[in-house]
């Protein structure tokens, strides 16, 4: 059978890519509900945009305990898998999230999930407008961020008969699969690749990592070379900003690319470099860190104020770096030599 979302995508029909509208299908499911149901749900799980609140603060709109509110909420939920529409409204959906989930070896994290269902909708969006006006980066997150909570809601509570959400899991990020699929082979996959990487310690560009997988006897094992060449061509999804590799080489290699997004222990830096989460190239927790990274990948001596500079606009945290303490790094720490008057660079260099 042909993909179904590569065929509404690439020839553009429009109807059925609405089908897919996490919003249109949630507001028909809640047509059925009483207003105090909704709001309930609305709440529980974000459907504005915003995190999903606690028992406890719903409760207290409602002067209800915490149980009931926990009651009404799965009586609610209760309520919409057995409407008679259900099936119509989701099918587009779930055929669609079975082929992704095939196409990308049947494991694919939430949250990038989640980017890539609310990426088209946000495209759906953008083709049906006729207004022509740009949108702000900040209405834009959160518009996306309205979709992922939508669609969050509709996987993990509307479809639990299909889907099965690994949320406890050593290896692997929250993440959805097919119900009872055997992930044992991405799972030993992932086990390799973070040995490996351990070993070498060194960071990787996402094609050295996809390289590096491709060469573990892991990979030849089960095969992943016959069973990444099929698969939709939906490039034009991963063209968006939300993601942060070129889209040729997210398409082209769904099942690995899935996978090392899904691997709990490994991180992507800001630089796009991959490694053990807990090293300071991919999280940086000090100001020294901060300067390394900076100094790395600008490749030339800075002054201390334009590293400070550097290190802010970067946006490692929402920690803000004070040029002064900037400036007392590089002269305490030898990994640093200064070149001219307040102007470092690396020592190794």
Known sequence: ????????????????????NAINIVDSLF????????????RRFGLQGQKGETLEKIGGSHQLTRERVRQIEGASIKK????????????TLKEVVRNLLTDHGG??????????????????????????????????????????NHFNFLLSRIMGDDLELVN????????????????????????DLLKKVDGLKKTFTTEELLTL??????????QFAEKSQSGADIAGVFKSKVFADKAEI???????????????????????????????EIKPKTVNDKIYL????????????EIAKKINEMKFDHKIANAATVHNELILDNRYILVGRGTYGLKKW
């Open 1 to 20: 059978m042909k993909n179904l979302l590569e065929t509404i995508i690439n020839e553009k029909k429009t109807q059925e890519l609405a089908h897919l």
């Open 168 to 191: 406890n899991s050593e290896r692997f990020h929250p993440s959805f699969k097919n119900k009872n699929q055997d992930i044992s082979s991405l799972d030993e996959l992932a086990d």
């Open 31 to 42: 047509s059925d509900l009483y207003d105090r149901e909704k709001d309930i749900l609305s």
């Open 250 to 280: 997210i398409n082209n290699n769904k099942i690995l690319y899935s996978l090392i997004k899904a691997i709990k222990n490994l991180e992507q830096n800001k630089y796009g470099e991959w490694g053990l989460d807990h090293w300071p």
């Open 213 to 222: 997988l491709k060469n573990l006897e892991t990979y030849n094992k089960y």
């Open 294 to 305: 900076i100094l790395k990948h600008t490749q030339q001596p800075l002054h201390f104020t």
């Open 107 to 148: 494991l694919i994290s939430r949250d990038y999930l989640l980017d890539i269902l609310a990426v088209i909708c946000l495209e759906i969006d953008d083709e049906s407008s006729a207004t022509g006006k740009s949108i702000a980066n900040s209405e834009l997150d959160h518009n996306r961020q309205v979709y992922r």
């Open 80 to 91: 919409i898998n057995k409407l008679e529409k259900l099936e119509n409204e989701i099918s």
